[in-house]
Nanobody, 129 residues
């Protein structure tokens, strides 16, 4: 059974940084589209950073562009989300997601809601002083 496991969330002050990780025990994340999504209380889920089947295709939501970086570590079979200059508006549960069976998606299409079909349980990020 395909599972994704997120970690790295926590409480951080405004302006701080966090790095989230998404691991996939037992199956490869290489060449599969993958994305980070978030859902804040009372808001719809949004795709914030997604990598397409081709690692050169990366999409960032305007709200995080220049502050967040998604990357894939093939050796560790892990996808990271580096988050800098965090703001209270970034407070949310963050989820990673991927696709099985393999399909070709660009980063932009991977970040559309309902595109990816394998989801982790989420990790909470709270930005507060």
């Amino acid at each position: 059974q395909v599972q994704l496991v997120e970690s790295g969330g926590g409480l951080v002050q405004p302006g701080g940084s966090l790095r989230l990780s998404c691991a996939a025990p037992g199956f490869t994340l290489d060449y599969h589209p993958i994305g980070w999504f978030r859902q804040a209380p009372g808001k719809e889920r949004e795709g914030v950073a997604c990598m397409g089947s081709n690692d050169d295709s990366i999409y960032y939501a305007d709200s995080v562009k220049g502050r967040f970086t998604i990357s894939r570590d093939s050796g560790k079979n892990t996808v990271w989300l580096e988050m800098n200059s965090l703001e209270p508006e970034d407070t949310a549960v963050y989820y990673c997601a991927t696709q099985r069976p393999w399909k070709f998606y660009t980063g932009n299409s991977a970040c559309r809601d309902q595109t990816l079909n394998i989801w982790g349980q989420g990790t909470l990020v709270t930005v507060s002083s």
